[in-house]
């Protein structure tokens, strides 16, 4: 879209003058942290809910089913998310987005009472419209706002403080639920307490500024946009599909949740009991923050070079991966679909607690480490807002088209050890293709900050801007 390029010129303020506060409403910081905060209330809270297995029923069908259409509709809408963000800036796109993940909560409240799967399942559906516009929102504010020598360290923030959302929604199952030990479903409290903080985020999200309103400390604005139009962007999404840079990103976005089928309901809903889930749920999301930090810090100050930084990220994340998938191979070996759950407590299974409750912890850092890396390289491919938008929501797009394949996998019962393969395999398929994404497409930064516009404008020329 031309007219955006137009104003990039623009995009620094007279005299290229410093600005101070470092919290000011319209820094990247303060915007980072409120993008945050409105994750950290919704899809934070749903994290939590999906974490303990089945969405807290003790029948996982309907949790399955619901997940499904939810995935489904999240493919389409995360593919368009970034158009509709382009169209309608961040207060419409992600208030709308929002509202879906209390409707969501919501039907399992009501499910608990009438046991109506139809409910959860197009309360689902809806949550996968509304995930696809927050998530692509999500996507171009955390790529396109931070400084460019900085965007690993502000991907770390959102992502810590999203997860903290996970922690203490993992808290509400574990104390509501703390007496309740047999495998029963979590009480109406729980839905209710999701839903409160749900509510309270969709609220919050109206206070993000759009990108030509945040000014970053050096004086220079983030990208403007000129809202687009609907032909624009239908066309702009449909050219991802040839572009080399996300055909490369595929098989990353379409592991990147297509395990929390095998963690949250073979793993934590399967060995344990109702009120250890919770805590686990703690522990993995906790796990989490740790691990966007790690990774956060390794993206932005492990080397002077851009590029070898993002190279020695993947190679760090790839080798922590392979290590956590064999100790889930030595964890899985132990127990079989069929096998009475063996309903592990944090206080009275003693030593045979440990090994599980470890593992499930890995799986929390180990997501993080992943998203967040793939995160950065998406960020390091461009700076325009506008751009970023599209290859985030393509990104979410693919990441929920396999999220949707991976929870019916667990509705037909494919077996726990077929599942971990296939998990095991696609995340290391996505390793040397990132590398070569990294390689090929990731420019140093003292480049990208000399000549931003003219390297767009090539970039467009050759067509693989977008």
Request: net charge positive.
């Amino acid at each position: 879209m031309g007219s955006n390029r137009d104003v990039e010129s623009d995009s620094q303020l007279p005299g290229n003058a410093k600005v101070s506060s470092f919290f000011r409403y319209n820094s990247p910081l303060v915007q980072i942290i409120l993008i945050g905060l409105v994750c950290f209330c919704c899809p934070g809270m749903f994290n939590a809910l999906s974490g303990m297995g089945g969405g807290g029923q003790v029948d996982h069908t309907a949790s399955n089913n619901a997940l499904t259409a939810l995935y489904t509709t999240f493919a389409v809408f995360g593919i368009l998310g970034g158009g509709i963000y382009n169209i309608l800036g961040p207060h419409r796109t992600l208030f709308v987005g929002c509202s879906t993940y209390v409707l969501y909560a919501g039907s399992f409240l009501y499910y608990n009472h009438y046991h109506h799967q139809a409910v959860a399942i197009v309360a689902g559906a809806l949550l996968g419209v509304g995930a696809g516009l927050l998530w692509s929102a999500q996507g171009a504010i955390m790529t396109s706002y931070p400084p460019v020598n900085r965007k690993g360290t502000y991907i770390s923030i959102f992502w810590s403080i999203f997860n903290m959302g996970g922690v203490i929604g993992g808290l509400i199952p574990f104390i509501l639920n703390y007496n309740r030990t047999t495998a029963v479903s979590v009480n109406d409290g729980t839905y209710i307490g999701f839903m409160c903080f749900m509510s309270a985020g969709t609220i919050l999200s109206l206070a993000i500024l759009p990108p030509g309103k945040v000014v970053r400390d050096d004086g220079t604005k983030c990208t403007k946009i000129l809202y687009s139009n609907v032909y624009t962007e239908s066309w702009e999404i449909l050219k991802l599909f040839l572009n080399w840079k996300m055909l490369l990103m595929v098989p990353a976005a379409w592991a990147s949740n297509f395990f929390y089928t095998y963690q949250f309901n073979n793993v934590n809903g399967t060995l344990f009991t109702l009120r250890t889930r919770g805590l686990n749920n703690v522990f993995y999301w906790g796990a989490q923050m740790v691990g966007s930090i790690g990774i956060g810090y390794i993206m932005d100050f492990s080397f002077k070079s851009r590029r070898k930084r993002g190279i020695f990220g993947i190679a760090v994340v790839g080798l922590l991966a392979t290590a956590i998938w064999a100790g889930a191979l030595a964890n899985q070996l132990k127990y079989k679909q069929k096998d009475p759950s063996p309903n592990l407590d944090f206080k009275n299974s003693g030593s045979h607690f440990a090994g599980p409750f470890v593992l499930y912890f890995s799986f929390g850092l180990l997501d993080a480490m992943f998203q967040s890396m793939v995160y950065w390289v998406i960020g390091a491919l461009a700076d325009d807002s506008e751009i970023l938008s599209r290859y985030t929501g393509f990104y979410k797009g693919v990441q929920s088209a396999g999220a949707a394949v991976a929870w019916q996998f667990d509705t037909h019962k494919v077996s726990f050890m077929s599942q971990l393969i296939v998990n095991w395999v696609l995340t290391t398929v996505s390793y040397p293709l990132l590398f070569l994404l990294v390689l090929l497409a990731v420019k140093e930064e003292n480049k990208t900050e000399e000549e931003p516009t003219k390297q767009v404008a090539a970039a467009a020329d050759k067509g693989f801007a977008h």
